[in-house]
C-alpha cells in the first residue's frame, strides 16, 4: 500500500521569495517519487522525478525535490518564485519494482498564490 | 514534443446514458492509464493497460466501466450507465514503461452527468 500527505493546501508566497511545498509518503515498495503541477483547465505537467538516484533531484522551471527516506518525505523547493508558478501542485508516488506498469497515488494537492 | 491528447475536452450527458472518453497516447509508449479527479477531491487511479489487457484497476473501476485500444491509437474509456457521482475530470496519461518512468497526461475530459 501507498500513501501521499501534502501538508498544506495552500500556500502564498511572495513574488521572488522561496516556495517550499511540503510532501510526506508511505509505501509498502521501494518508491519513485514525482511532483506534477497542473494550471487552470490544463493537464498535469510533470515537474521532476526521483527514482533511487540522486536524492537531490532538479527539475524544470528551477524547482528542485530531496528525497529524505529517513523523514519519508520528498519536499519541492524554489528559491525564487516566478508570477508563472501560481499553480497546483500534486506529490505523487508510484511503486518501483513491479513488471507491469503500476498505477500512481496522489497526494490532495497545494494551491500557491504568488502575490506581485 | 510529443503529447496526449484527449477528446472532448467537456462532454454533457444525461444520466443512464453512454459515454465514450477518448484518447490518444503518445505513439511509442506502451502503457496507458486512467485517473479521475471529482471536484474537490484527490487524482484517482482507475485503471492500467498493457498488451491489450488490464494490468490493474481499482474498486472504482467496476462493471460499468471498460477500456479499449480499438486500433494503434486510441486508448477509449467507456462507462455504460452514466451515474451523477461520474462526473469528474477524466485523465489519460501513457508512459513508456513501468512504475520508474514518469506518466504523460492529457488536459483531461470534464464529464458532466445531468
Known amino acids: 500500500a501507498q500513501s501521499v500527505t501534502q501538508l498544506d493546501s495552500h500556500v502564498s508566497v511572495s513574488e521572488g521569495t522561496p516556495v517550499l511545498l511540503r510532501c510526506n509518503y508511505s509505501s509498502s515498495y521501494s518508491p519513485s517519487l514525482f511532483w506534477y503541477v497542473q494550471h487552470p483547465n490544463k493537464g498535469l505537467q510533470l515537474l521532476l522525478k526521483y527514482t533511487s538516484a540522486a536524492t537531490l533531484v532538479k527539475g524544470i522551471n528551477g524547482f528542485e525535490a530531496e528525497f529524505k527516506k529517513s523523514e519519508t518525505s520528498f519536499h519541492l523547493t524554489k528559491p525564487s518564485a516566478h508570477m508563472s508558478d501560481a499553480a497546483e501542485y500534486f506529490c505523487?508516488?508510484?511503486?518501483?519494482?513491479?513488471?507491469?506498469?503500476?498505477?500512481?497515488?496522489f497526494g490532495g494537492g497545494t494551491r500557491v498564490l504568488v502575490k506581485p | 514534443e510529443p503529447e496526449v491528447t484527449q477528446t472532448p475536452s467537456h462532454q454533457v450527458t444525461q444520466m443512464g446514458q453512454e459515454v465514450i472518453l477518448r484518447c490518444v497516447p503518445i505513439?511509442?509508449?506502451?502503457?496507458f492509464y486512467w485517473y479521475r479527479q471529482i471536484l474537490g477531491q484527490k487524482v484517482e487511479f482507475l485503471v492500467s493497460?498493457?498488451?491489450?489487457?488490464?494490468?490493474?484497476k481499482s474498486e472504482i473501476f467496476d462493471d460499468q466501466f471498460s477500456v479499449e485500444r480499438p486500433d494503434g491509437s486510441n486508448f477509449t474509456l467507456k462507462i455504460r450507465s452514466t451515474k451523477l457521482e461520474d462526473s469528474a475530470m477524466y485523465f489519460c496519461?501513457?508512459?513508456?514503461?513501468?512504475?520508474?518512468?514518469?506518466?504523460?497526461f492529457g488536459d483531461g475530459t470534464r464529464l458532466s452527468i445531468l
Open positions: 505513439s511509442n509508449h506502451l502503457y
Open positions: 496519461a501513457s508512459s513508456v514503461q513501468g512504475s520508474n518512468q514518469p506518466q504523460h
Open positions: 505523487v508516488v508510484s511503486a518501483q519494482g513491479r513488471a507491469a506498469g503500476n498505477k500512481l497515488t
Open positions: 493497460f498493457y498488451n491489450n489487457e488490464i494490468s490493474e
